[in-house]
């Protein structure tokens, strides 16, 4: 999978992280992202995302709910042990009780059913960016 390369810090398009084994989602949802503007990181796993922890951290991690060895939910429930606080989003293909129940954890942007409408995704990752400052006001 592409990792995001070391980032000079003046870089100012917002990263985002997608996390899924489905190597089809992750170009696609790769594509669209790049194509709203941002940098993206993406990787076939979680524990290919915490052994390349990219500097600094994405300002918002795509987590695919049901991923083999390690969920998205175990990987943000990770990341917070790690004292990282990243705005999520989860996607899902299962609608479950216990999907639900995470989707409304603090720091949690969305639960997204797939298939999801492209607007809806890119609306929702939106929430997580924060803008960068303009320049200051001439008095």
């Known amino acids: 999978m592409r990792r995001p390369q070391k980032r000079n810090m003046s870089t100012t398009k917002p990263l985002i992280a997608v996390v899924d084994d489905d190597r089809s989602v992750v170009k696609s949802l790769a594509r669209l992202l790049r194509s709203a503007g941002y940098e993206v990181g993406i ?15 994405p ?4 987590l695919d709910v049901q991923t083999p060895e390690m969920t998205g939910i175990e990987l943000q429930t990770r990341l917070q042990e790690l ?18 129940a995470a989707a409304t954890q603090d720091g949690i942007l969305g639960l997204l059913f797939k298939p999801f409408a492209p607007a809806a995704f890119l609306a929702t990752v939106g ?11 001439r008095n």
């Not at 300002?59 to 795509?62: A, D, N």
Request: charge should be positive; proline fraction near 17%; include cysteine.
């Open 127 to 137: 929430k997580a960016v924060v803008p960068s400052p303009g320049p200051l006001p």
């Open 83 to 100: 004292g990282h606080r990243v705005p999520v989003v989860f996607m899902t293909a299962h609608d479950t009780p216990q999907t639900r």
């Open 43 to 57: 990787f076939g796993s979680a524990h290919e995302f915490l052994g390349s922890l990219p500097t600094p951290l």
């Open 59 to 62: 300002q918002c991690l795509v």
